[in-house]
Structure formats: structure tokens, C-alpha cells
């Protein structure tokens, strides 16, 4: 899964690159060039507590890539890639509250594509 996910990270990347680089021959001066960015930070995840366990939150990984382009006076899409590693981690213990029987760690992979749409003043 994660060999997958940098080929298709790597593709994406040099595909906005060539895109960036190619000029149109009839600029419109009312609608300037699409911008790229990158995002990424970290975020707590937890799902519900399971019977006899007692839960914590779990520190995961959140990067993604936009390209965002004006289409219209006030008017602008923003296609975004965007990774996020999140799940939990459980210490399983007796339903008398005894000593600990064993831990679990819960890892989920997520890949979203939001297609967004704003609305407003560009913000720089």
C-alpha cells in the first residue's frame, strides 16, 4: 500500500510541475495562473472504547497537495490530495479492573480527493 501511495504521490507531483511550467498563448488578465501548495501536519484519532479496554488517542501523519484556480470572478476550484494515517491504541484489562492482559495498536491509511469550491476574496 504505501509503495502505491508514493508512485502515485511522485506522478501527481510531476504532473502539477508540467502544468505549472506550460504558459497559455491568450492570457486572460482577469483570471491569473492556477497556484499549488502543499499542507501536512499531525492529528489525534480515537475511535470508540471497545468492551474491557481502555482507549487512547493515537498521533498520526496528515500531508496533502492542492492546486487551486480562479474560474470565475470571486469564484475558485481547489482539487486536493491528501494522506492521513490515524487509529487508536487499546490496553486491555480484566472487567475486575486486575493487571493489563495485552495492548493493541489500530492503524488505518486514509487517501482523500476533495474537489473543493470557494467562494470569496482570494485570500494571499
Known amino acids: 500500500m504505501y509503495r ?3 508512485i502515485t504521490l511522485v506522478l501527481l507531483l510531476v504532473n502539477a510541475s508540467v502544468l505549472h511550467g506550460q504558459e497559455l498563448e491568450a492570457k486572460s488578465k482577469e483570471f491569473p495562473r492556477a497556484s499549488f501548495g502543499l499542507k501536512g501536519g499531525i492529528n489525534l484519532s480515537m475511535f470508540s472504547a ?3 479496554s481502555e482507549s487512547r488517542a493515537k498521533p498520526g501523519l496528515a500531508v496533502g497537495m492542492y492546486l487551486k484556480k480562479q474560474i470565475g470572478p470571486k469564484f ?3 482539487p486536493e490530495l491528501y494522506y492521513s494515517n490515524q487509529g487508536q ?4 484489562v480484566y472487567p475486575t ?3 493489563s492482559i495485552g495492548t493493541t495498536t489500530t492503524n ?4 482523500n480527493v476533495p ?3 470557494e467562494l470569496g476574496n482570494k485570500m494571499s
Open 108 to 111: 488505518m491509511h486514509y487517501l
Open 97 to 99: 479492573g486486575g493487571p
Open 50 to 52: 471497545s468492551i474491557n
Open 4 to 6: 502505491y501511495f508514493v
Open 76 to 78: 475558485y476550484f481547489r
Open 89 to 92: 491504541k487499546d490496553n486491555y
Open 115 to 117: 474537489l473543493l469550491f
